[in-house]
């Protein structure tokens, strides 16, 4: 019987840590809060392992103020710094910011384009599904910090 807890352990990293091999595709679903403004966004986006440990990671967060309507997009570059059950990473990339205090007025619509750093880790919950967590700052307004938390599933 532990042979083959063993032998099923096994298989389940390597499954895991073939995820990052070129061409392979992750979706991602979850969470943001933004720590300053303390407001709460819902997030989707994809992975694309372009090459061994480099990941581009376009995502888009609608976010739920309290008084208009804001969207941010993000196109992260992230470099994997291990592999297996525990996936450490950094990013940097570019982040757009669309803000409208008064929506349903034309010309009130702002965009502040900007840049983003961080880092994160993705965690293996069961085969092909995990848990993403990742920090980073935005360089829009007041060079906002935020945290993500949400689900991936790898294709």
Do not use: H
Request: hydrophobic share 45%; glycine share 12%; net charge neutral.
């Amino acid at each position: 019987m532990k042979k083959l807890v063993i032998i099923c352990l096994i298989f389940g990293v390597v499954a895991i840590a073939q995820a990052q091999e070129q061409g392979d595709f992750r979706v991602q679903l979850g969470g943001e809060y933004k720590l300053q403004i303390q407001d709460f966004g819902a997030n989707a986006g994809v992975e694309y392992f372009f090459a061994d440990k480099f990941a581009l990671a376009p995502n888009f967060t609608y976010w739920f103020p309290q008084v208009g309507r804001s969207m941010n997009f993000n196109m992260d570059l992230r470099y994997y710094l291990t592999e297996g059950v525990s996936q450490v990473y950094v990013l940097g990339g570019y982040s757009n910011y669309w803000i409208n205090l008064q929506p349903g007025i034309p010309g009130l619509n702002q965009t502040r384009p900007g840049g983003n750093f961080g880092l994160g880790a993705m965690i293996a919950l069961v085969d092909g599904i995990g848990l993403n967590t990742e920090f980073k700052v935005q360089s829009q307004n007041t060079r906002q910090p935020v945290l993500r938390v949400g689900l991936v599933f790898g294709l």
